[in-house]
């Protein structure tokens, strides 16, 4: 092994990690090839290990940094904890904005505890809060008339502005039968269909 890789390997290794390395890591494979194969040894390498070690052994470019290293654990310790890094799609990406997103709350094993910004939002809270369905102080009867007009819009509403007839002053006599016929027939389907 090249003296850079290993002097490398070193620097992103804790010292106390030195005798006794993690056997997933790099330096334990070198100090497994050393101890097996190393200078005085009497075992010959045979072919396969030598391709063994040639792939299993990284190079000097292989490695991460230090730097790297620490931000990569850390980002990590992150997203055990129920934190993730909110980033931004461009055309190169991503770009990391900075804030954390909480994404699951104190109970790690309950599915029904994931947060986002959509669901757990201050501003998405205040629209379904202002929705007839749930605003405080409504009648029952006034929710329906509110959320009934709404819907009729809907249905109503394409014919009265979409409509061939929607530069005559019959367009909306003729959006409100449209509105009807189609209740109507999607009465008379849902009857048919069981």
């Known amino acids: 092994i090249e003296q850079e890789t290993l002097e490398k390997l070193l620097s992103i290794t804790p010292r106390e990690e030195w005798e006794n390395p993690p056997e997933r890591s790099y330096l334990y494979a070198v100090k497994t090839y050393a101890e097996a194969y190393g200078a005085g040894k009497a075992t010959k390498m045979g072919w ?11 190079g000097t470019d292989d490695l991460e940094t230090k730097k790297s290293n620490d931000d990569f654990q850390k980002r990590e310790d992150l997203r055990m904890a129920g ?4 980033e931004v799609p461009v055309a190169a990406g991503w770009v990391d904005t900075g804030a954390l997103i909480q994404w699951k709350g104190k109970e790690p094993f309950a599915g029904d505890l ?14 379904i809060a202002n929705m007839a369905f749930y605003r405080e102080g409504l ?18 509403g394409p014919f009265v502005s979409l409509g061939p007839l929607r530069n005559t002053p019959e367009a909306a006599t003729v959006g409100l039968l449209c509105g009807c ?4 027939i999607v009465s008379v389907g849902g009857l048919i269909f069981g």
Not at 48 to 58: F, N, R, S
Not at 83 to 86: R, S
Not at 181 to 184: E, F, T
């Open 83 to 86: 934190k993730v890094a909110m």
């Open 139 to 156: 009648k029952p009867w006034q929710r329906g008339i509110e959320i009934g007009m709404a819907h009729g819009y809907f249905l109503i």
């Open 181 to 184: 016929a189609i209740i109507g």
């Open 114 to 127: 994931v947060q986002t910004p959509v669901t757990d939002g201050r501003w998405s809270k205040q629209y």
């Open 48 to 58: 396969w290990d030598y391709i063994a070690m040639k792939y299993i052994l990284p």
